[in-house]
Each structure stands twice: as structure tokens, then as C-alpha cells.
């Protein structure tokens, strides 16, 4: 075994940071909680994930039990997790996975479902069935990076960052081994700091070595995201607000939302507005996306005509919770109540 997986899983037997999803030991790993996990961690913090996870796994505690649920509940109950094309593929994977009887045991055949890459497909392959695979996530690109004093920039670097990756990758205890990767690149290798006095490889880190490890991994400068604007209305009757259903493609889809311009299908909304008569300005919500910032002005309607519009429902004010409202939206609703 390379004396970095030596020291590593060495590390890892006593500092393993305790989370809800995690078994330590001999303990088998669930491949449902590794997998609701995983999918929950793309680009979202332990903490956040944390209570997202807890609810889960309580509401359906395994795969057959998700896989029966009704998607808009399953969509309500990940609002505020954000990237919620997740969350759809959560719903389409499970059902296939209990058609499957379970969950494929391989890096290849976990690739081929609905929502898992590269990477997902390895760290469940390796935490939860022991398979040697090469797990490699932002905080593991960051510590190699390091360790290997890697210069080449990200993204081009990649190559060679999951080549080093897989040079000190273990036969024995893959799972162990990649999570000890994950658990020093969240708490000691950090992206703002490196603190390798606690560090279990510091005696072979070529980055500490060379008096800087900070400045890696190095990163091409980003370009600027594009910005968009939009408006959401809020229409208020009788304490309800009127709520619709998003088209179940697109952005948001399928999820409950004010009403809007349109702003998701075009750069910028149209302003088309959905009743007529007068309106005021509710302020603006600012929200980045993947691909975008948008800025979402709220418009309040201030008529004495409120009455149904196309496809949507009145929603009670004090249950505006169990709406689901995905977070772009909660923070249009929570603007809008705070200042009325
Ligand atoms: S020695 Fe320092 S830079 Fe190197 S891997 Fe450890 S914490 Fe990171």
C-alpha cells in the first residue's frame, strides 16, 4: 500500500468526522444512505445537507419507500436544497433501482442511472460496496493538488489530479480511503487554509515542502456568469397567495412558484403581467444559479380584483412552509411578508 493510504487510513481510524450517513468500522454502509447522500452533497455543504438528510431518510427509510413516494412530495421536501434537476433524478432513480431489486454493485453499471457521474458512481462503488475506485471531488482535487504540488491550472490538470488520485488509491479499503481524502480536504487542507502541523501526510507533501501551499490547486480565471432579470408576482385574496406549478421541464420544474414573467425560457422576462390594474414594487431578490445571476423584481398586486388566473392555486399564508417554494422564490415570499 502507498505510504500515503498508510498514513491516511491511519489518520482516518481515529478523526473520521461522525456524520448521520456514515458507518465506521466493520459496520456495513446502507447503499441508500450513501447514495441519498452523495447526491445531496453535489455542491452542497455537510451542514446544509445534514437536516435535508435526517428528514429523508425518516420519511423513506429505504429505496422501495422513496421510490413509492409522489414526486411533487419528494420535490417539497428537498425545496431549499437547491439544484433541483437532483431531486427529479432522485425520483427516476429510485423507482429503477427498486425495479432492480437494488442497487448495482459497480462503478459502471451505478454510471449508467439517472443522476450519478463520474464521481457519485465511484464514491458509492467505494463506500458502500468496497470496490476500488478513484473518488475524486473538489476537496480531493485541492489535496492532491497539493500533495503532488500540481501547477497546471484546474480545469486542465484534471487529468493528472485523477491519475495521482488513483496512484495512491488502496486495494483494501477503498471507501475508508477516499472518505479520509473527503474528511482532510473538508477540515485540514482546507480551500482557505492548510494546517499541516495536524496534517497525517505532511512528511510527504511536495506542496508544504515547497513553503506555499496555498496558492494551490492554481484555477484559470472564471468568466463573469451572465445576468438576467426578471419578475415574480405576488397576488394576494383573503390571507392566500396564488401559487403555480411550474412545467415540469425547464427550470424549477414541477416545483410550486409565484407567478412570473417568464424570465427561466428567455434572458430576461417579457413583463408581461398577469393581471391588469395596478401593482407595486415588492423589491428585489438576487439569486445566483449555475449558469446565471438573476435579479427578480417582486410586483405586488395592489388592485381589488384578484381573482383565479391559469393553472394555479390560493395558498394559505401561514402554511407558505409546506409550499416548497424553491429557494429563489421563498425569498420573493419572505420580502414581500416582511415589509407588508
Ligand atoms: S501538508 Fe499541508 S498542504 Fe499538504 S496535504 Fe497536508 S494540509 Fe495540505
Redesign the pocket.
Known amino acids: 500500500m502507498d505510504r500515503a493510504a498508510i498514513l491516511l487510513l491511519d489518520w482516518y481510524d481515529s478523526h473520521a468526522r461522525d456524520l448521520p450517513w456514515r458507518v465506521k468500522g466493520s459496520a456495513k454502509a446502507d447503499p441508500y444512505r450513501v447514495w441519498l447522500s452523495e447526491v445531496m452533497l453535489q455542491q452542497t455543504t455537510t451542514s446544509a445537507v445534514a437536516p435535508y438528510f435526517a428528514k429523508f431518510v425518516d420519511k423513506w427509510p429505504n429505496v422501495n419507500a422513496l421510490a413509492q413516494a409522489r414526486e411533487e412530495d419528494i420535490l417539497a421536501a428537498w425545496a431549499g436544497l437547491g439544484y433541483y434537476s437532483r431531486a427529479r433524478n432522485l425520483v427516476k432513480c429510485a423507482r429503477q433501482v427498486a425495479e432492480m431489486g437494488g442497487f448495482p454493485d459497480t462503478e459502471e453499471e451505478l454510471r449508467q442511472l439517472p443522476g450519478l457521474g463520474d464521481y457519485t458512481a465511484a464514491a458509492i462503488a467505494a463506500i458502500a460496496f468496497g470496490k476500488r475506485a478513484v473518488v475524486v471531488d473538489a476537496n480531493v482535487e485541492?489535496?492532491v493538488a497539493?500533495?503532488f504540488a500540481v501547477e497546471e491550472p484546474l480545469p486542465a490538470s484534471r487529468k493528472l489530479i485523477r491519475a495521482q488520485a488513483d496512484a495512491i488509491t488502496p486495494q483494501e479499503r477503498a471507501g475508508d480511503f477516499a472518505q479520509a481524502m473527503m474528511d482532510?480536504g473538508a477540515t485540514?487542507?482546507t480551500a482557505r487554509?492548510?494546517?499541516?502541523l495536524?496534517?497525517?501526510?505532511?512528511e510527504?507533501?511536495?506542496?508544504?515542502a515547497s513553503g506555499d501551499?496555498?496558492r494551490?490547486p492554481r484555477k484559470a480565471a472564471k468568466k463573469a456568469k451572465p445576468r438576467r432579470s426578471g419578475t415574480a408576482f405576488w397576488i394576494e385574496k383573503d390571507q392566500h397567495v396564488w401559487l403555480v406549478t411550474r412545467p415540469g421541464k425547464g427550470m424549477l420544474g414541477g416545483m410550486r412558484a409565484l407567478p412570473d414573467d417568464g424570465w427561466s425560457a428567455r434572458a430576461d422576462g417579457d413583463g408581461e403581467v398577469p393581471l391588469p390594474g395596478a401593482w407595486k414594487a415588492g423589491g428585489v431578490v438576487r439569486h445566483s444559479f449555475t449558469h446565471f445571476d438573476l435579479e427578480l423584481g417582486v410586483a405586488v398586486y395592489a388592485g381589488d380584483s384578484a381573482h383565479d388566473l391559469f393553472e394555479g392555486e390560493w395558498w394559505p399564508l401561514d402554511r407558505l412552509e409546506d409550499a416548497g417554494l424553491p429557494t429563489l422564490f421563498a425569498k420573493a415570499a419572505q420580502l414581500v411578508l416582511a415589509r407588508s
Do not use: N, T, Y
Not at 495536524?198 to 505532511?202: A, G, N, T, W
Open positions: 485541492r489535496v497539493r500533495l482532510l485540514i487542507c487554509d492548510a494546517r499541516c495536524l496534517c497525517p501526510v505532511q510527504l507533501c511536495q506542496g508544504r501551499p496555498l494551490l
